[in-house]
Antibody
Framework: EVQLLESGGGLVQPGGSLRLSCAAS????????LNWVRQAPGKGLEWVSA????????YYADSVKGRFTISRDNSKNTLYLQMNSLRAEDTAVYYC??????????????????WGQGTLVTVSS | EIVLTQSPGTLSLSPGERATLSCRAS???????LAWYQQKPGQAPRLLIY???SRATGIPDRFSGSGSGTDFTLTISRLEPEDFAVYYC????????FGQGTRLEIK
């Protein structure tokens, strides 16, 4: 059974740092790209960052570029999100999500097939 | 960045009725990059539809997706009590964006 379990959330002051973790099980970890998606209280979903299976390619939303760093340890089956220079607007539940890729004759499909339960990050003084 | 606009913002219907949710993209996207998710309060999103029209594993056949180019639709043919939730569309093009969501509430 595929499982994604986030941890590391909590209360942090503006300008502070936090590192989130996402422990994965039930699949070949290094074969999948992974993502972080956040949801501010009462708001919609916002994609934050993505990393390839090898960790060699990373992508960021403009809202976090230069402040957040995504990484992974394939020997530990764990995804990370290092968050620096945190702002009040970073307050959200942070989800990790696995990207599935399906290649058929005429198309390649991308979607998030498994999600963790989320971890809450609150940025406040 | 491709913006996805979902309508309506809130849809009030009764169990047994048909629900039609819309997702419009600011520019044409490949159907293979369009997905729909369901989210219930306090839960993570759940994949319903990928490739605009393919149901994910375990999703009942009352859920169907359609569309191409800039206009996509999620249809729930006959609402069950457990279907009342928030629904998001997502595109996976040059970047990844979600629509703002449609809340499906019991009338």
């Amino acid at each position: 059974e595929v499982q994604l379990l986030e941890s590391g959330g909590g209360l942090v002051q503006p300008g502070g740092s936090l590192r989130l973790s996402c422990a994965a099980s039930g699949f070949t970890f290094s074969s999948y790209a992974l993502n972080w998606v956040r949801q501010a209280p009462g708001k919609g979903l916002e994609w934050v960052s993505a990393i390839s299976g090898s960790g060699g390619s990373t992508y960021y939303a403009d809202s976090v570029k230069g402040r957040f760093t995504i990484s992974r340890d394939n020997s530990k089956n764990t995804l990370y999100l290092q968050m620096n220079s945190l702002r009040a607007e970073d307050t959200a539940v942070y989800y990790c999500a696995r990207r599935q890729t399906v290649v058929v004759v005429a198309a390649t499909y991308y979607y998030f097939d498994y999600w963790g339960q989320g971890t809450l990050v609150t940025v406040s003084s | 960045e491709i913006v996805l606009t979902q309508s309506p913002g809130t849809l009030s219907l009764s169990p047994g009725e048909r629900a039609t949710l819309s997702c419009r993209a600011s520019q044409s996207i490949s159907s293979s990059y369009l997905a729909w998710y369901q989210q219930k309060p306090g839960q993570a999103p759940r994949l319903l539809i990928y490739g605009a029209s393919s149901r994910a594993t375990g999703i009942p056949d009352r859920f169907s997706g359609s569309g191409s180019g800039t206009d996509f639709t999620l249809t729930i043919s006959r609402l069950e009590p457990e279907d009342f939730a928030v629904y998001y569309c997502q595109q996976y093009g040059s970047s990844i964006t979600f629509g703002q969501g449609t809340r499906l509430e019991i009338k």
